[in-house]
């Protein structure tokens, strides 16, 4: 899980790269080798939009030869942080959070 302040966001558009190695997060069975985030965060008045691109490189075990192979990601999400949302949805690609005021 990433924590960002709001306070610390500054208002407008901004960007941050985080690099990930295998101790950085636990991910159960499945695990990390490498990975780059990068983060655009859009600040207004009414919202904050997270645009999170995922490049990462991940270990899996093959359920049939129970043989280590590695698979790589490279996927978008988009989060939607509002204020006095009534509404909070997620599927694969992004979600709608509430920020409570």
Do not use: W
Request: hydrophobic fraction near 40%; include cysteine; glycine fraction near 2%.
């Amino acid at each position: 899980m990433f924590t960002f302040k709001i306070f610390e966001i500054p208002d407008g558009k901004s960007s941050k790269t985080l690099v990930l190695d295998s101790n950085s997060i636990n991910l159960g069975e499945v695990s990390l080798t490498t990975a780059k985030i990068h983060v655009e965060f859009d600040k207004s008045a009414q919202f904050i939009r997270v645009k999170l691109q995922i490049d990462a490189d991940i270990e899996l075990i093959c359920d049939r030869s129970l043989d280590a192979f590695s698979h790589h990601v490279d996927q978008p999400y988009e989060i939607l942080f509002k204020y006095d949302s009534e509404i909070e949805e997620e599927d694969v690609h992004g979600a709608i959070r509430n920020i409570n005021s």
